[in-house]
């Protein structure tokens, strides 16, 4: 088993303005590729979601994923302690 990647404030940002959804449901949630299919499937995400019409891809704003994360502090960019995100993150914090 691979170790899953931890997600900075800057790594996320480095995404651009948008990023797939499998991206985004693993960066929130922790999940593998697989369970990130499925969470986007079912609708069981808490940010919006857009579905590309005609194929199976899913786009993701990358403002609502820094939101869900970081909330109104998210807009600031500035010098920020750089730690890792995620509710997986905080599980093992906690």
Do not use: H
């Amino acid at each position: 088993m691979t170790a899953r990647k931890v997600w900075t404030e800057a790594d996320i940002r480095a995404l651009g303005v948008r990023c797939d959804g499998v991206t985004a449901v693993q960066i929130v949630y922790g999940v593998g590729r697989t369970r990130a299919y499925e969470i986007l499937r079912a609708g069981e995400v808490d940010f919006r979601v857009i579905r590309v019409p005609g194929s199976n891809r899913y786009v993701v704003p990358t403002a609502d994923v820094l939101r869900l994360l970081f909330g109104d502090s998210a807009r600031a960019t500035g010098d920020r302690e750089e730690s890792p995100v995620g509710l997986a993150a905080w599980r093992r914090a906690g």
